[in-house]
């Protein structure tokens, strides 16, 4: 059970450059979010998923996008790359919330990405 | 604007000692609240969480304490050992928004020193 399961770990890009971060998971849970943490910054959500075939917007999902094609895979695609992306991206899956219940997030490692 | 705030970037705290991380919320109606815990290069792990009908959960060395009225939580562990240096986030949502609604506070680092 490998878990939340994030590649690459790092990536340098060139402004306007694209690029895919891969996200997987083997819990069969239901819902998968995208993060991004910047330095001295609480984390924040690029969006979410509450199944195969059903994406939201988080908090902060301009200049992102995102499928969910398979229970397990949730990648995070950015376009046209530019520095204010540099930061460091979390995935995450937890069970469907039953009501009232919160069910924790679980995390992948992250992914630091550097966009020059 | 930062509804989740953890005002102590770091705590320093000997061996053996009791760690207090707190953390202030100006949303109210946030109803459950989460602490994460962080090591270097790896994701955020779950720690505790409180729903806000109770003002105390513990679990083994970690309690979290709710004052609603302050609209304030804090974490304790006792005691203290080195593998809880780490980063803590504090996060906290609505419950009946389900998971996808977690604002983070901006981290506490802690370190135990031997």
């Known amino acids: 059970n490998a878990g939340v399961t994030q590649t690459p770990k790092f990536r340098i890009l060139k402004i306007g450059q694209s690029m895919t971060l891969q996200c997987a998971q083997d819990m069969n849970h239901n819902y998968m979010y995208w993060y991004r943490q910047d330095p001295g910054m609480g984390l924040k959500l690029i969006y979410y998923?509450?199944?195969?075939?059903?994406?939201d917007k988080g908090e902060v999902p301009n200049g992102y996008n995102v499928s969910r094609s398979t229970t397990e895979d949730f990648p995070l695609r950015l376009e046209l790359a530019a520095p204010s992306q540099t930061s460091v991206y979390f995935c995450?899956?937890?069970?469907?919330?039953?009501?009232?219940?919160?069910?924790?997030?679980?995390f992948g490692p992250g992914t630091r990405l550097t966009v020059l | 604007d930062q509804q989740v705030k953890q005002n102590s970037p770091s705590l320093s705290v000997q061996e053996g000692r009791i760690s207090i991380l707190n953390c202030d919320y100006t949303?109210?109606?946030?109803?459950?609240f989460l602490w994460y815990k962080k090591y270097p290069a790896e994701g955020p792990t779950f720690l505790i969480s409180i729903s806000s009908i109770k003002d105390k959960n513990e679990d083994g060395r970690f309690t979290v304490f709710l004052n609603k009225s302050a609209k304030h939580l804090s974490l304790h562990i006792v005691p203290s050992q080195p593998g809880d240096s780490a980063v803590y986030f504090c996060a906290a949502t609505r419950s009946n928004f389900g998971n996808e609604k977690l604002t983070f506070g901006t981290g506490t680092r802690l370190t135990i020193i031997p």
């Open positions: 949303n109210s109606m946030f109803d459950y």
């Open positions: 998923s509450v199944g195969a075939g059903i994406t």
């Open positions: 995450a899956s937890s069970y469907s919330p039953l009501a009232g219940i919160y069910n924790e997030q679980f």
